[in-house]
Structure formats: structure tokens, C-alpha cells
């Protein structure tokens, strides 16, 4: 069918729910937008829900927003989970399988009722509602509440940069314009939904960006409470944040309840074979994720190949560009880009110093603009004092840390990484572990530079104190550790994660020692870091070396 009759037909009432009903649902289903790892297990699933639902005590009454088919999985997943604690809860969707392309109004209907199909058997245990007719009701320009615009204008805003990889965005572009008629949209439906709901909590996931980053702040904006939640690169472990943005990764009551003690012998070790990992390109434990392409080489080899000399040194390592972990994190610059290109300018001042800048290796799999272009244009020629190390290089960045003197970063985990060493690091951007007490955190250019001009003039002397290294290890710790949560499916592995782990054993007794408070924290229980404690101390393997 041609895209002039899908646009046609897409309009006219229940042509698709004829096609539907007469074709479309005896055909093997063949769209990108595809449910088949849940439409396999949901019918079972649902049953173990009416077979093993424990009783809540207190049940809430939980909303579940989604959008994008593999979100709509791990999410419906979720919201059977929380069903099977016995709260009462209703699970809503847009069905898009692509947040950056247009989509005609036939396929777009027809993804949805494949997607009604898919759902119907979890009815028997929860409402479900698709949101598409409602969004699509809203009309091209919905007319919206000043608060609702500024919402749909932010999240367009970051949906933009993060698709495109950049820090500015074209506010005529295709792709903004196509974000923001589709979030204002969201806006109105979910807003309707909510109010017409009155749910005690919403959980949705991510909740910074696209459709999802608009419900989340369509609660805060209801008084509704939230819990958002994102994955990481372990397996059996997630991320979640109550009344926040998850990917914002405010470990502010973490650090508070559990940053006042010694660093326990066993934690010391996890680390020390964590670290021995992505140092030598090596994968460890539950983390599925390399850290470098190259093993360590040793200092000395780098500082011959780049032609180092005794001048203090500082390594300045780069984010990716647009990358969710930057979205908003300006605090001394209006972007990464600024800050670097403008440190750039200060070394090209003070060549008595020397300056490394570590593009991320990470450019090798995004298509935005890189560093590397950024710096160019900025400068066709650099000094002699400063050298780029492309994404492409060989260069391992422990290499670089071995012989910096102190190091400059705007969000990176390396500047933690840098700080166990004992290097004064400098964090120019709103990172998770600033504040902390091991990073220099300048509120203004003019401190950054002052920073810069103390450090510089006597690196050794600016060298972090034992307690502020034990710090650094300490929160280190807490954050690759203990900030994520045991949870049975990963949305990268949900398909064998659910054969390993049906819903019957997370219900279960054993499951529900194991996983029951974290789905207590999904159902808005207060997550108490201090009655926590070090939950994972006793689980770690010590002294395990993946290697790929």
C-alpha cells in the first residue's frame, strides 16, 4: 500500500479496524515495532499473577506509562509484577516503534491494535488503555496550559539533542518539530488520563526524555507521586528514583545515609577487580560493558607517544556528545563544548603547562558531532603544549591518568576514577559525584580558572588527602554497587531473563526475598539507604576476570 493511500485511509474511521479484523490479525506480524518476546510469556504470566498475588497490606493504586515497543515490554512486565503484589494497577501506551521518523496514521492505528492483541490477556489483572486516540485527538497544535507548553518545549528540547548528539538545538528542524508536536500531544492525553485516574503513584521509565519525560513531569505537575526507572550495563540490577529523574542519578540521600564510614575490606577488593577489569579491556562480574578497546600499556609508552614532557600535566576527558548523562548539566558553561573549547583556549595561554584531551572513545558508536570536529573548528592549529587523543586511538585513558598531574572533566566517571588515584580533579559540570568531597566544583568560569592557576602552579601540593581518596573509593563503591537494585528482567536480556526468572518465581517466596523490596521501592516505599546498608557487600565476586 502506498504511503498517499496509508495517509488516507489512516483518517478515515475504522478503516483500520477493518483491516484489522478481516487480515491484519492473521498475518505474521513482520513491523519493526514488534511484541513478541512479551506476547510469548504474558498469558502465562498473567496466570501466575491470579495464582500467586500476594497481598499488598496497603495497596496503591499505580499507573504505568510507556511508549516505544521495547520499553512497552519491559514496562508491562513491571506493571505485572506490581499487580502480582496486590496493588491495584492500570497500564496505558503509545505505540511508536521509532521516536525520530514519521509514521502514517494507518500503521501507526494498526501498531496499536496489535499491540490492544498483545495486552488483552493482562485485563484479567489490570486496566489497560491505549493513549493514541486521545493523543491524536489533541490535534497537530494542541492547545495547552502555559505549564504544559514550558514542559513539552524542555523535553522536545533534550529529545533533539540526544537523538542528534548535539548541545544546541535547531529549533526549526524537522526533528524538533516532530518531537514537540508529538510530546504536546502526549502532554494533553496524559494529563486528561491522570487527572481522570487519580493514581497514588506513576511509574514510567527514563522519565527525562521523549513521551515519558513529558508524563513525568505532567505528574510532578498533578502532585502525582513517580518513581522513573532506567537500566544500566549489569545484569539482574536497576536503576530507580522516586519524585525524580532517574538518569539524573541523585545520589544525594545515598551519600548522606551511607558516606560517613570506613570502606569495608571486601568492598576495597570488588573494586580493585573492577577497576583491574576496565583497565585491561576485560569484562567483570554482572557488568556487560568493556570500558577501554585497549589493554594498559604503561605511562611511560603514552608519554613517548605523544611526546610528553615534564611540564605538569592535565587530562581533560570529554563526555559524548548529547549523551543522557549531559542533558542538563550545565553549570560554568551553556555546553561541553564551551568548556572545553574555552579550557583549550586558557592552556594555549600558559604553555609552561601541558594538556591531554581524551575524546570519548564512546564517538566510535554515535553519528553525532564529535569533539575532535569541535576542537578544530575552533582551533586549525594547536600549540605544541596541547594533544587530542581521537576515539580511535589506541590509547588506554588509565595510561593518561598514571602520568596526569590533575584532571579536568565535565560529567565523565573518569574524574572519580581520577580522584581514587589522588589527583585533584576539577568537575565543571552537574556530575553525580561532585559535592562529594574528593572533586573541586567551581559555581562560576572566573573560580575554574583561579582552580586552574592554584593547581597548576603546584600540582603535588594539591594532591587529595588520604581521607578524601578514601572518599572517592567509598562513594565509588556506593555508586557502581550498592545505587542499583536487585530486579529479575533486563530490558537488554528481558527474553532469557523471564525463562530464567518467570513470574511465578519472582512471586514466590525465594523470589520475593530476593526482588520483593525492590518492587516495594517501584510501589513508592520509601527507599531507606541506611536501613539498606551495604545490601551487596555478601554477594560480590572478588578476584573474577571475565575476559572476552
Known amino acids: 500500500m502506498s504511503d498517499n493511500l496509508k495517509d488516507l485511509f489512516g483518517k478515515l474511521p475504522l478503516t483500520v479496524e477493518a483491516y484489522w479484523a478481516l487480515r491484519g490479525r492473521n498475518k505474521p506480524w513482520s513491523a519493526h515495532y514488534e511484541l513478541e518476546n512479551l506476547n510469548a510469556v504474558l498469558p502465562q504470566a498473567m496466570e501466575d499473577v491470579l495464582k500467586y498475588q500476594r497481598n499488598a497490606g496497603q495497596p496503591r493504586k499505580i499507573c504505568v506509562f510507556s511508549t516505544l515497543h521495547y520499553w512497552i515490554e519491559q514496562s508491562m512486565l513491571v506493571a505485572l509484577a506490581l499487580a502480582g503484589q496486590g496493588h491495584r494497577v492500570s497500564f496505558a501506551w503509545l505505540p511508536y516503534a521509532e521516536w525520530d521518523k514519521e509514521i502514517s496514521l494507518f500503521d501507526l492505528r494498526r501498531q496499536d491494535l496489535y499491540t490492544k492483541d498483545i495486552l488483552q490477556p493482562a485485563s484479567k489483572v489490570m486496566r489497560i488503555a491505549s493513549m493514541l486516540s486521545e493523543s491524536l485527538a489533541a490535534g497537530e497544535k494542541p492547545l495547552l496550559t502555559a505549564e504544559l507548553q514550558k514542559i513539552v518545549d524542555q523535553v522536545s528540547d533534550y529529545d533533539t539533542q540526544y537523538t542528534l548528539q548535539v548541545e544546541e538545538t535547531d529549533f526549526t528542524s524537522p526533528l524538533y518539530l516532530l518531537r514537540k508536536r508529538r510530546n504536546a500531544q502526549a502532554a494533553k492525553a496524559i494529563f486528561d488520563w491522570l487527572q481522570a485516574e487519580k493514581p497514588d503513584l506513576l511509574v514510567i521509565p527514563n522519565g527525562t526524555i521523549l513521551e515519558m519525560g513529558v508524563a513525568y513531569q505532567v505528574a510532578g505537575l498533578l502532585g502525582i507521586e513517580t ?23 541523585n545520589t544525594a540521600d545515598l551519600w548522606t545515609e551511607l558516606g560517613d564510614q570506613p570502606l569495608p575490606k571486601k568492598a576495597h577488593q570488588a573494586l580493585v577487580s573492577l577497576f583491574a577489569a576496565r583497565k585491561n579491556a576485560h569484562l567483570w562480574g554482572n557488568f556487560a560493558r568493556q570500558w577501554q578497546q585497549n589493554p594498559v600499556k604503561g605511562g611511560a609508552s603514552v608519554r613517548e607517544s605523544l611526546n610528553l614532557d615534564t611540564r605538569p600535566l592535565a587530562l581533560l576527558a570529554t563526555n559524548v556528545l548529547g549523551d543522557s548523562l549531559t542533558l542538563g548539566r550545565q553549570r560554568i558553561t551553556e555546553t ?65 591518568v598514571e602520568i ?10 573518569v574524574g572519580m576514577e581520577m580522584a581514587m588515584t589522588g589527583l585533584p580533579v576539577i568537575a565543571t559540570g552537574k556530575t553525580h559525584y561532585a559535592g562529594k568531597g574528593f572533586t573541586l566544583d567551581p559555581q562560576t568560569w572566573q573560580g575554574y580558572e583561579q582552580m586552574l592557576d592554584r593547581i597548576s602552579q603546584n600540582p603535588a601540593a594539591a594532591r587529595l588527602t588520604p581521607e578524601q581518596v578514601e572518599k572517592a573509593w567509598l562513594y565509588a563503591y556506593l555508586f557502581f554497587f550498592e545505587f542499583s537494585l536487585p530486579f529479575p528482567w533486563h530490558i537488554l536480556w528481558l527474553k532469557d531473563d523471564f525463562t530464567k526468572r518467570p513470574m511465578s518465581y519472582v512471586l514466590s517466596d525465594e523470589g520475593q526475598k530476593k526482588y520483593g523490596q525492590t518492587f516495594g521501592y517501584l510501589a513508592g516505599e520509601k527507599l531507606d539507604w541506611a536501613a539498606r546498608g551495604l545490601a551487596r557487600l555478601e554477594t560480590l565476586p572478588l578476584n573474577e576476570d571475565n575476559s572476552q
Open 227 to 249: 518513581v522513573t526507572f532506567e537500566f544500566a550495563d549489569q545484569q539482574e540490577r536497576i536503576w530507580l528514583a522516586q519524585n525524580d529523574e532517574i538518569m539524573q542519578h
Open 404 to 413: 596526569a598531574d590533575f584532571g579536568l572533566v565535565y560529567t565523565t566517571t
Open 336 to 400: 561541553m563544548a564551551e568548556m572545553i573549547v574555552k579550557t583549550i583556549g586558557y592552556f594555549a595561554r600558559h604553555p609552561e603547562l601541558q594538556l591531554v584531551v581524551r575524546v570519548h572513545p564512546g564517538e566510535l558508536k554515535t553519528h553525532g558531532t564529535s569533539m575532535i570536529d569541535v576542537i578544530n573548528q575552533a582551533y586549525p592549529q594547536l600549540p605544541e603544549n596541547i594533544h587530542i587523543v581521537r576515539p580511535e586511538d589506541e590509547t588506554n585513558t588509565y595510561d593518561l
